[in-house]
């Protein structure tokens, strides 16, 4: 199942391309966390082909993710979809003649991730949690700027 993330460089030779679909398991990604794991597998599609003096990987990836709902720490499953997932190695930097590109898709996959997910439709313990939430609209902050009187002191000079 992960070969589909190993390209084979020899079968890219005069403009070919290979391309590669299908399901992946979870765990090339790593995920250890309490608050984040991925249990659903990772729907690929993509294709392979060398540019130059370059191998470009090309792919759309899906997958879900459960995360803890900001509100209630419910875990609740989040959609994560990778749609333009561009990768490029230089074929001097390929130490073999096959290149597994996982690092990269990991990479793509964590920096979709939401920085917080709310329950669907508004998390219904949000009521109950109003009163412990600022409300920067309705209070007035005493700011203070220290170099707002800088340019008073520049014409001072003239």
């Avoid at 096959?98 to 998390?123: N, S």
Wanted: hydrophobic share 35%; net charge negative.
């Amino acid at each position: 199942m992960q070969d589909l993330l190993t390209i084979y460089l020899d079968r890219l030779h005069q403009g070919e391309s290979e391309t590669f679909q299908g399901p992946l398991d979870p765990s090339f990604l790593e995920c250890k966390e309490t608050e984040l794991c991925f249990d659903a597998p990772v729907e690929i599609e993509g294709k392979a082909y060398i540019a130059n003096d370059h191998l470009v990987i090309s792919a759309h990836a899906k997958t879900t993710a459960k995360m803890p709902c900001i509100i209630c720490n419910e875990m609740i499953f989040v959609p994560i979809e990778v749609t333009h997932f561009y990768h490029t190695k230089a074929l001097e930097d390929c130490s073999s003649s096959t290149y597994h590109f996982a690092p990269a898709l990991r990479d793509q996959i964590l920096l979709e991730l939401p920085r917080y997910v709310e329950c669907e439709g508004g998390c219904k313990e949000r009521d109950s949690v109003k009163r412990f939430i600022k409300n920067s609209s309705s209070e007035k902050e005493d700011t203070h700027f220290p170099f707002s009187g800088l340019e008073q002191l520049e014409n001072l000079g003239d």
